[in-house]
């Protein structure tokens, strides 16, 4: 049995090792991007990537904000940034492995000759490189490894769909191998996602991390309310420290501890109660009002709780400009 195992992994290996580039090219060109672009096959893909998208953000309970005001015009608001994510995880992985399989096949004596391994090496290299040079400062490392991973992810899947095109096998159909590559890519698809969907928020200035906001007075009041069981005096409180929190005679100003997002005459800001952490039955907890405001009128979500180890709202602001 494991001499069989054995057997199948060289054969697949050399297989591999042997493509033909510009096979594998025509393969991502005619087979993939053609039929992927189709309209009849883009419109469920679009709507199950906006599902998606929407989704991602709920799970975070972060940034989460649908405006009223103005539906249409932040629909597609929504449609460019998951654009703008597809462009970075899916496009430009796809023109990075078309060239290097051009640079290739232009390459017949060298290419076929180069260990397995230093193919691959060569290739990362390459992905590396792009996702660096596009985003040195608004992507962190660990993110950009993350991105490296699902574009490593696709190009393997993409490989294993041909080699079974290659042999006249439906690419879909009858292996488990590959539909578990498939789910790997897609499990690792998500956080980069969800990071590249915030990233273009912050951008476009829809969501901002510790603007110096002023609140009037009544939305002063709803987000000031002590945290339980804490003194209103406590010095870990945000709005006893002049540096967080200042009150003024129409309202107040906000220096830090704040998300805000904005669309037309909506918007929202979650106001971090607590400086430090919280300790409570010996867990670290932090406290949010979520002052909530549409055309005007605004109500709070108060004390809303988080585990810090859980909450991604305290990582936006640590990490915020």
């Known amino acids: 049995m494991f001499h069989k195992i054995f057997l199948g992994v060289r054969q697949y290996i050399q297989e591999w090792s042997e493509a033909d580039l510009h096979q594998f090219n025509k393969f991502i060109v005619k087979n993939i991007l053609r039929h992927l672009f189709r309209f009849d096959n883009l419109l469920p893909f679009v709507a199950v990537i906006m599902l998606l ?18 539906i249409t015009a932040f629909a597609t608001f929504v449609l460019m940034q998951i654009a703008m994510a597809l462009m970075i995880l899916l496009v430009y992985p796809f023109i990075v492995i078309i060239i290097f399989n051009y640079i290739g096949y232009r390459l017949p004596f060298i290419i076929p000759q180069i260990f397995l391994p230093v193919k691959l090496f060569l290739l990362l290299l390459a992905f590396y490189s792009v996702i660096h040079n596009l985003s040195p400062s608004t992507v962190k490392v660990g993110d950009q490894f993350h991105i490296l991973a699902v574009w490593f992810a696709l190009y393997f899947l993409l490989m294993n769909l041909y080699l079974a095109f290659k042999h006249h096998r439906h690419p879909l159909k009858q292996s488990g191998f590959r539909a578990m590559i498939a789910v790997v890519f897609v499990m690792l698809l998500l956080k980069p996602f969800s990071e590249v969907l915030y990233r273009t928020s912050e951008r476009i200035n829809y969501l901002e991390i510790n603007a110096k906001l002023f609140l009037p007075i009544t939305s002063c009041k709803l987000i000031a309310a002590p945290i339980p069981g804490m003194k209103p005096q406590d010095s870990n409180l945000t709005v006893n420290n002049p540096d967080y929190f200042e009150r ?74």
């Open 53 to 70: 998208a929407l989704s991602i953000q709920s799970m975070s309970a972060a940034y989460t904000f649908i405006p009223q005001s103005n």
């Open 248 to 321: 003024g005679d129409n309202g107040c100003y906000l220096y830090a501890n704040t998300i805000r997002l904005g669309f037309a005459s909506d918007y929202i800001v979650i106001f971090k109660k607590n400086i430090n952490t919280v300790s409570e039955s010996g867990e670290q907890v932090n406290y949010y009002a979520r002052l909530n405001c549409y055309s005007g009128n605004c109500f709070v979500e108060d004390n809303i709780r988080y585990k810090s180890h859980h909450d991604l709202n305290a990582e936006m602001i640590a990490h915020g400009k």
